[in-house]
């Protein structure tokens, strides 16, 4: 009955930027943390920036003064403004949410979009 769904991947040349979204829909509750991860090819799942209900962010060493993480509550979405992308930035980029339900109000549950694709090249 939840499902979160992304937008906004692409091919951007290095030094560009990219805008990503998901967007959560269903019988919600409410939305706790909503986290960004990627995966590279050959590489393990990372975290890339996360946020609380409340606002609070947090990133990836990695990303830091470059990918700003934000949600908008009203639209149950969250979003990854990338800038300066880099060659090394080229991955499927994940949401993830731990979403209460109407049907389950006191126990939240994991969900995961599908990916988008993010290329940085030239």
């Known amino acids: 009955q939840v499902q979160l769904v992304e937008s906004g991947g692409g091919l951007v040349q290095p030094g560009g930027s990219l805008r990503l979204s998901c967007a959560a829909s269903?019988?919600?509750?409410?939305?706790?943390?909503m986290n960004w991860y990627r995966q590279a090819p050959g590489k393990e799942r990372e975290l890339v920036a996360g946020?609380?209900?409340?606002?609070?962010?947090n990133y990836a060493d990695s990303v830091k003064g470059r990918f700003t993480i934000s949600r908008d509550n009203a639209k149950n979405t969250v979003y990854l403004q990338m800038n300066n992308l880099k060659p090394e930035d080229t991955a499927v980029y994940s949401c993830?949410?731990?979403?209460?339900?109407?049907?389950?109000?006191?126990?939240?549950?994991?969900?995961w979009g599908n990916g988008t694709l993010v290329t940085v090249s030239s």
């Open positions: 946020i609380t209900s409340g606002g609070r962010a």
């Open positions: 269903g019988s919600i509750f409410s939305i706790d943390v």
């Open positions: 993830y949410a731990s979403i209460k339900s109407y049907g389950l109000w006191w126990s939240p549950m994991d969900y």
